[in-house]
């Protein structure tokens, strides 16, 4: 079993800043691809980004492009998901997850593991 622990979310107000956590164990941290997706009351788990095992790729959902950054600190064995000029849109849940895949993972089914979410509030 894999263990994922998120953190960093809370309330900001559109346009501000935050920086979700995910902590995991060394092996899975340098053996697992890794990711980010979000899910808000009544839809489905939406990707957002995922890094690659080695951490030289990443991907983004459209909408998230060019305002959120995925990344991980090796030593620290955590993942980061920098999100920047937030929007009441990105209101959600969000969830980090562990795929043991060569290759980007941007389905849920690509993901084995789950962390428990950390809530993401967006006020206008």
Do not use: H
């Not at 690659?52 to 955590?78: C, E, M, Q």
Request: proline share 2%; hydrophobic share 35%.
């Amino acid at each position: 079993q894999v263990q994922l622990v998120e953190s960093g979310g809370g309330t900001v107000q559109a346009g501000g800043s935050l920086r979700l956590s995910c902590a995991a164990e060394a092996r899975t941290f340098s053996g697992y691809a890794m990711g980010w997706f979000r899910q808000a009351p009544g839809t489905e788990r939406e990707f957002v980004a995922a890094v690659s095992f080695r951490g030289g790729l990443t991907s983004y959902g459209d909408a998230v492009k060019g305002r959120f950054t995925i990344s991980k600190d090796v030593a620290k064995s955590t993942m980061y998901l920098e999100m920047n000029s937030l929007k009441p849109d990105d209101t959600a849940v969000y969830y980090c997850g562990a795929a043991l895949t060569m290759r980007l993972p941007t389905q849920v089914n690509d993901y084995e593991f789950w962390g428990q979410g950390t809530q993401v509030t967006v006020s206008s």
